[in-house]
């Protein structure tokens, strides 16, 4: 069993940064694809990013390129997403997802076993 719990979400005005934290449970960490999603009011819960296990391989949606990284410590059983240049169409709560151990990569939200509670993120105009 995996536990997720996420952290440093906030009020931001457009153009600042937010860093958000996953703490997971479970030795198996290392071999695990981890993602982030977020869901804004009124719509469908949508992929952002994602790592690989030993954190070599990121993936990431196309409107958060450029803007949004994904990073991971396994010494330390933390993912992280460092989000720059917000805008307001950023905003929603985000949750940090977990691939049963071994699994490779996908960006489906069914294709993640494990859940944080989530964190919101508003950014305001």
């Known amino acids: 069993q995996v536990q997720l719990v996420e952290s440093g979400g906030g009020l931001v005005q457009a153009g600042a940064s937010l860093r958000l934290s996953c703490a997971a449970s479970?030795?198996?960490?290392?071999?695990?694809?981890m993602g982030w999603f977020r869901q804004a009011p009124g719509k469908e819960r949508e992929f952002v990013a994602a790592?690989?296990?030993?954190?070599?391989?990121?993936y990431y949606a196309d409107s958060v390129k450029g803007r949004f990284t994904i990073s991971r410590d396994n010494a330390k059983n933390t993912l992280s997403l460092q989000m720059n240049s917000l805008k307001p169409e950023d905003t929603a709560v985000y949750y940090c997802?977990?691939?049963?151990?071994?699994?490779?990569?996908?960006?489906?939200?069914?294709?993640?076993?494990?859940w944080g509670q989530g964190t919101q993120v508003t950014v305001s105009s």
């Open positions: 997802a977990a691939r049963t151990p071994g699994t490779i990569f996908t960006d489906a939200i069914a294709g993640y076993d494990y």
């Open positions: 479970g030795r198996a960490f290392r071999r695990t694809v």
């Open positions: 790592i690989n296990g030993v954190g070599v391989s990121t």
